[in-house]
C-alpha cells in the first residue's frame, strides 16, 4: 500500500511539517530505484524504512497543533466532494439551479443513495484542477447556491427523502453581486428552514467548516467531523489581521479559535468525529470515504427510526441548548434529582409533623 | 403615511477618518461640516444639516423607542463564560469583557426586556454597540432567544434593534452556532403567528445580518446604515476592485429588495406602532 501511496505524492505535497516523512519516502525511492537497476533486494531496508515512516506520521498526527490541522484540511490532495460522490453515493444525479437567478457551481445538490438509504446530498464542489477551481469559486457559494440547497432540501422533504450535507468551504463568496443578491438573507433563511425540514439532515464538515458559508448547510440533527477537517467562525487569517493586526499570526489565532474536531467535539458543539486513516485524508482516500459512509449509514438508520414530531423537537433542543456554559448543562441534568430530593425531604417533613402532632394530641 | 427619508450620506468609506475634535462641537461624517454638539443629541443623535444618523447606544436608543419608565429588563446580569478560554496577542478576552462592561454600562452587547411603544406592549431587544462592536457571544445569542420564548408566550410583538459587527470570533463556533439558534427560536415564534419587527441601525453586518436581522416579517433601517454580510474591507481586499458609492447601505438593499422601508429615526416609534395595528389578529 505504501508503495503506491509513495508514487501518489510528489515532493510538493508535504507539508511543512512532515520533513522526516518526506526524507523517508526519498529514500525508499532511491533503494527501489537501485533495486531494479542492480538487482539487489533491498526489500528488508525498505521494510524498515516504512516502519519508522509508520512511527513517524503516527507522532506526527497523534499531536497535530490547530494550525496544522488546517493545512491538513486544506490539503491539494485532500478528498472533495466530487471523490464521496465517485465512491460513497450510488447513482447520482445532480439538480441544478435556485429557479431564480441562476446555478451555482459553488454548489452541488442531487439525489443518490448511500448504501441502500435514498438521500439527497448538498455540499460545497471546490473543484480540482485551476480551471475548475476558477468555476467554482473555490468552493465560496453566492447566494444562488444557499437558494438552490434550499429549494432541493424542499423538494427532499416533500418526498420524505433524508438529506446529507458536506461542508467544505473557505466561507461564502464576499463580492459585489454577491451583496447585491442577498448573501445575508439567503443564509438566514436557510437556518430557519433547516431547523424546522421535517426530514432527517446529516451535517458532515469534510475539509474547510468556514464560517457562515458553512453554516449555511451546516443546521440538521448531527454535526459530524473528519479528524482533521476544521470548523469556525472566522479564518485563522482573518482572526490573525483583527486581533493580532497582523495576518501572520494564523497559527496563534487558529489554536485559540479551538477550530479542531477534537476541541469542538469536547466544547459538545459537534456529535461526533469520524477518524482519518493514518497521515490524513489525502494518504487514504478510500479509507476515508469508507468511514464517512460508515457514520452516514450508521446515522441514517437510526435518525430513519424517530418520528418526525420527535424528530424536530430533539433538533430544536439541541439547537436551544448550543455553547450553553457547562454549569447550566449540569444543572438541567441535576434538576429533576433536586427536585425529587426536595419533595422528598418536603414529605418527610410531613410524616414527622403530623406524627408530632398525633403524639401531641 | 412614513416618508422615505433620503440621507446625503454616501455610505462606508475606505479613506482613512478625519479626527473628530473632543468638546462642543462634533464634525458630521455625512456632510463633514462641524455641528453643535448638543443640536446633534436634540435632534435624537440626528445630524440636523444632512440627516446623517449617529451612532447611539442601547440605553439611549431604548430612551427614544420606548414610551418613558417602561423598560423592565430581563436577564440584565447574564455575563459571557467565556468558553473557549480565549487569550490573544499578550491580552484576554476576559479583560476585554470587563473593559467593555465599564465603558458602556452595560454587562453584554444586547439589552432585552418588555417595554411600550405608545401604549401598545412588545418584547424589545436592543443591542449594544459600545460592547465589542455589539458581536454576537452566547449570551447575545441566549438572551435574544429568551425575548423571542417571552413573545411566544406572551403573544407579544417583538422588536429587535440590530446593530452589530456580526458573531464574535473571541466565542469560536459558540457564537457562529447562536446564529442556528436564534433563527430555530424565531421559526417557532413565527409558526405561533408572532409579529416580528427588526430595525437595522448602522452597523449590521456579518453574522447577525446572516440570521435574526434578515428574518423579520417586515424589516425596517434606518437612512445610511451599513448593512451587509461581509465587511466593505472584506470585500474590497478580496475581490481588489473599489466598492461602488452607497454600497451596502440602507438605501442599496432598499433598491435591491431586502428590506421593507427606510424610517428616520424620528417616525420610527409611530411606525412601528403603526404596523403592530395593522397586525393585530
Not at chain 1, 463568496?173 to 439567503?186: C, D, F, M, S, T
Request: aromatic share 8%.
Amino acid at each position: 500500500m505504501s508503495n503506491t501511496k509513495n508514487n501518489n505524492t510528489a515532493a510538493g505535497d508535504y507539508l511543512a511539517f512532515e520533513g522526516d516523512v518526506a526524507d523517508i519516502d526519498r529514500q525508499i525511492n532511491e533503494l527501489t530505484k537501485l533495486s531494479s537497476a542492480k538487482g539487489i533486494d533491498y526489500s528488508a531496508e525498505i521494510y524498515a524504512l516504512q516502519k519508522e515512516q509508520v512511527a513517524q506520521l503516527k507522532q506526527i498526527y497523534s499531536n497535530l497543533s490547530a494550525w496544522q490541522t488546517v493545512q491538513v484540511a486544506r490539503h491539494p490532495k485532500r478528498p472533495l466532494l466530487d471523490d464521496y460522490l465517485n465512491l460513497m453515493v450510488n447513482d447520482f444525479h445532480e439538480l441544478h439551479g435556485d429557479r431564480c437567478f441562476g446555478n451555482d457551481r459553488a454548489m452541488v445538490a442531487g439525489l443518490g443513495s448511500i448504501g441502500t438509504e435514498k438521500v439527497m446530498i448538498i455540499g460545497h464542489r471546490k473543484g480540482k484542477s485551476t480551471k475548475e477551481k476558477i468555476a467554482c469559486n473555490f468552493g465560496c457559494a453566492n447566494p444562488e447556491g444557499y437558494r438552490k440547497a434550499f429549494a432541493k432540501m424542499q423538494f427532499a422533504a416533500k418526498y420524505n427523502i433524508p438529506i446529507v450535507t458536506f461542508i467544505d468551504t473557505p466561507g461564502a463568496h464576499p463580492g459585489i453581486e454577491a451583496e447585491q443578491r442577498g448573501q445575508a438573507q439567503a443564509i438566514a433563511v436557510n437556518l430557519l428552514e433547516m431547523s424546522i425540514l421535517p426530514v432527517p439532515i446529516i451535517c458532515i464538515v469534510i475539509g474547510e467548516g468556514g464560517s457562515g458559508g458553512a453554516l449555511g448547510i451546516g443546521v440538521g440533527d448531527r454535526l459530524a467531523m473528519l479528524e482533521f477537517a476544521y470548523y469556525s467562525v472566522i479564518s485563522p487569517e482573518g482572526c490573525a489581521a483583527i486581533l493580532w493586526r497582523d495576518g501572520s499570526q494564523a497559527a496563534q489565532a487558529a489554536d485559540a479559535l479551538k477550530l479542531t474536531s477534537k476541541d469542538l467535539l469536547k466544547l459538545g458543539l459537534i456529535d461526533s468525529v469520524i477518524p482519518e486513516p493514518l497521515g490524513g485524508a489525502h494518504r487514504n482516500i478510500h479509507d476515508t470515504i469508507d468511514n464517512v459512509e460508515k457514520f452516514a449509514v450508521r446515522t441514517l438508520r437510526e435518525l430513519k427510526r424517530i418520528g418526525t414530531e420527535n424528530l424536530l423537537k430533539m433538533r430544536y433542543e439541541k439547537l436551544r441548548r448550543l455553547g450553553e456554559p457547562i454549569a447550566v448543562k449540569l444543572s438541567r441534568k441535576t434538576a429533576p434529582a433536586k427536585r425529587r430530593i426536595k419533595a422528598a425531604i418536603e414529605t418527610m417533613g410531613k410524616k414527622t409533623k403530623s406524627s408530632s402532632a398525633k403524639t401531641s394530641t | 403615511m412614513a416618508k422615505t427619508a433620503k440621507s446625503k450620506w454616501n455610505g462606508f468609506s475606505l479613506k482613512p477618518r478625519k479626527d473628530v475634535p473632543e468638546g462642543l462641537w462634533l464634525r458630521c461624517p455625512g456632510c463633514e461640516q462641524m455641528v453643535y454638539k448638543s443640536s446633534v443629541e436634540q435632534n435624537l443623535n440626528v445630524c440636523p444639516r444632512c440627516d446623517y444618523h449617529f451612532r447611539i447606544n442601547a440605553k439611549t436608543r431604548i430612551k427614544y423607542l420606548a414610551d418613558e419608565d417602561t423598560f423592565e429588563e430581563i436577564l440584565p446580569d447574564l455575563r459571557s463564560h467565556d468558553p473557549l478560554d480565549f487569550r490573544y496577542n499578550d491580552s484576554e478576552y476576559k479583560d476585554r469583557l470587563k473593559a467593555d462592561e465599564k465603558k458602556s454600562g452595560s454587562a453584554e452587547a444586547i439589552k432585552i426586556g418588555k417595554a411600550f411603544i405608545k401604549g401598545r406592549q412588545i418584547v424589545l431587544a436592543v443591542m449594544e454597540p459600545e460592547f465589542l462592536m455589539g458581536s454576537m457571544g452566547y449570551v447575545v445569542g441566549e438572551k435574544f432567544t429568551v425575548a423571542v420564548e417571552l413573545a411566544t408566550s406572551e403573544a407579544l410583538p417583538f422588536v429587535a434593534v440590530c446593530c452589530s459587527g456580526g458573531a464574535r470570533m473571541h466565542e469560536g463556533v459558540v457564537s457562529l452556532g447562536q446564529m442556528a439558534k436564534t433563527s430555530a427560536v424565531l421559526a417557532r415564534y413565527d409558526k405561533a403567528g408572532g409579529l416580528y419587527i427588526p430595525i437595522l441601525t448602522d452597523p449590521t453586518t456579518g453574522g447577525v445580518t446572516a440570521s435574526f436581522a434578515m428574518l423579520g416579517d417586515c424589516i425596517i433601517a434606518e437612512p445610511g446604515a451599513l448593512i451587509g454580510f461581509a465587511g466593505p474591507r472584506t470585500i474590497a481586499e478580496t475581490i481588489k476592485v473599489e466598492l461602488p458609492d452607497g454600497f451596502q447601505t440602507s438605501e442599496f438593499l432598499l433598491e435591491h429588495g431586502f428590506i421593507d422601508m427606510i424610517i428616520h429615526r424620528k417616525d420610527l416609534r409611530s411606525e412601528v406602532a403603526r404596523l403592530i395595528d395593522y397586525c393585530k389578529k
